[in-house]
């Protein structure tokens, strides 16, 4: 595909409960990037990945939240134990490479609309 | 720490209206500042960018450039279409690879 795709695009689960997020970055992009939107809010950074490796994960809220990229391509966002407030879109995103002090463009996937019950 | 500040929404305007969307924000060194787009049922999409002061970007008609000295980034279209009806981030990247975005700015245009 053309662009960043992302699965599901819609995930309903319960409180406590696990749950994994999919991520399919433009082919030959070497960094991607999580982000979380709240209703009414930006996106939020959570974790940045340079390669097959988690350059930067300070954006994660907390110890639930764990993302993999293991071959440098595709990447899973992972949530244990899920809470009410982790109810967002996730979104992800894909860039050439990081991009210095200019910034390489940074492609963005539909998203994940999570719900949790 | 970085942020952003964007007037808030929603914005209605008459096909053919001039649109201003208010950007502002507060960075520590040179930042690149962007427009992203957010139109119904679609991804984040880049609109312009402007990587240092007094850069103007442009696409599609719609201007915006980069004001050091009052730290903004004001996105400006002289004549809106009905197809401009989207949700507007003002977004920044300070001389590393996470974008810092603000709340967004939904726009209707109505013919």
């Known amino acids: 595909g053309a662009g960043v795709s992302q699965t599901p695009s819609n995930k309903v689960t319960e409180k406590g409960k696990y749950v994994e997020l999919r991520c399919d970055p433009i082919?030959?992009?070497?960094?991607l990037y999580w982000y979380r939107q709240s209703l009414g809010q930006g996106p939020e950074f959570l974790i940045y990945f340079q390669g097959t490796g988690a350059a930067d994960d300070s954006g994660l809220p907390n110890d639930r939240f764990f993302a993999v990229r293991p071959e440098g391509s595709v990447s899973t966002l992972k949530i244990q134990r899920t809470e009410r407030g982790d109810s967002a879109v996730y979104l992800c995103a894909s860039s050439k490479e990081r991009g210095g002090s200019t910034m390489d463009e940074q492609f963005f996937g539909p998203g994940t609309r999570l719900t949790v019950l | 720490g970085n942020s952003v500040t964007q007037m808030e929404g929603p914005v209605t305007l008459s096909e053919e209206a001039f649109l201003t969307i208010n950007c502002t924000y507060t960075a520590t060194g040179y930042p690149s500042l962007f427009w992203y787009v957010q139109y119904p049922g679609e991804g984040l999409q880049l609109l312009l960018k402007?990587?240092?002061?007094?850069d103007k970007g442009s696409n599609k008609g719609f201007e915006a450039t980069y004001r050091k000295e009052t730290t903004s980034f004001h996105l400006e279209k002289g004549s809106v279409q009905v197809s401009d009806s989207a949700v507007y981030f003002c977004?920044?990247?300070?001389?590393?690879?996470?974008?810092?975005f603000g709340k967004g700015t939904k726009l209707s245009v109505i013919p």
């Open positions: 977004a920044l990247g300070a001389g590393s690879y996470q974008l810092t």
């Open positions: 082919s030959g992009h070497t960094a």
């Open positions: 402007a990587t240092k002061a007094d």
